[in-house]
């Protein structure tokens, strides 16, 4: 079974602090993503990794940032955590080839005070 | 913005009754998926269906497919109270480095025993 792992379930933080959310998946994928999840607005993709040291804005990439420096681990930053960035973290990973599936982790919800 | 959107935003039900979830979504696409995340965790992937595909079951999930109409929707037959859960359909959008999922609200399902 695949497994994705995230270092914190739950994690407050103060306004302006850096902020890194840590992802690990144990199936070779080539490909991570990160999401945030907020009522009524479903899931949204923050940055996406296709490979190691590579890296793609996704829909709201504003105020992350990512690492990718091993294939296994994504790394979400953020480099001064705001009260707006309180949310629920997802971190996903999915194969190469023509798979579509992407395998989550358990979530991390962060709060920002 | 979201390509799928779940239609009931909640559902409530009794135990043993069909539990019936909508989506629509805006673009062509390739595949489509569901997903189910129990609360506060992770999302789990449920079933593809294929643009081919007209219907798919997996044990007591059926999903349909109307390309035509861009919607898809996820039946449970049977339902449990360990079936209470949000539901996400996702479609494929295809990025320079790969295809990405979309995902809608959600529809919450609560079972009742």
């Known amino acids: 079974d695949v497994k994705v792992t995230q270092s914190s379930r739950y994690l407050v933080k103060r306004t302006g602090e850096k902020v890194f959310l840590e992802c690990v998946q144990d199936?070779?994928?080539?490909?991570m993503f990160w999401y945030r999840q907020d009522p009524g607005l479903g899931l949204r993709l923050i940055y996406f990794s296709y490979d190691v040291k590579m890296k793609e804005k996704g829909d709201i990439p504003e105020g992350y940032s990512v690492s990718r420096e091993k294939k296994e681990r994504f790394s979400l930053i953020l480099e001064s955590a705001s009260t707006n960035q309180t949310s629920m973290y997802l971190c996903?990973?999915?194969?190469?080839?023509?798979?579509?599936?992407?395998?989550f982790g358990p979530g991390t919800r962060l709060t920002v005070l | 913005s979201q390509q799928g959107e779940e239609d009931p935003q909640a559902l409530s039900i009794q135990e043993g009754e069909n539990a019936t979830m909508n989506c629509s979504y805006k673009t062509s696409i390739n595949n489509l998926q569901w997903y189910r995340q129990n609360s506060g965790r992770g999302l789990v992937h449920l079933i593809l269906?294929?643009?081919?595909?007209r219907e798919k079951h997996s044990g007591r999930l059926r999903v349909t497919l109307d390309t035509s109409k861009k919607s898809s929707s996820l039946l449970i037959t049977a339902s449990r109270a360990a079936d209470t859960a949000s539901y996400f359909c996702a479609t494929v959008r295809s990025y320079n480095a790969g295809n990405m999922l979309t995902f809608g609200g959600g529809t919450r399902l609560m079972v009742k025993p």
């Open positions: 269906i294929r643009s081919n595909e």
């Open positions: 199936m070779d994928h080539e490909n």
């Open positions: 996903a990973s999915r194969g190469g080839g023509r798979s579509d599936t992407q395998y």
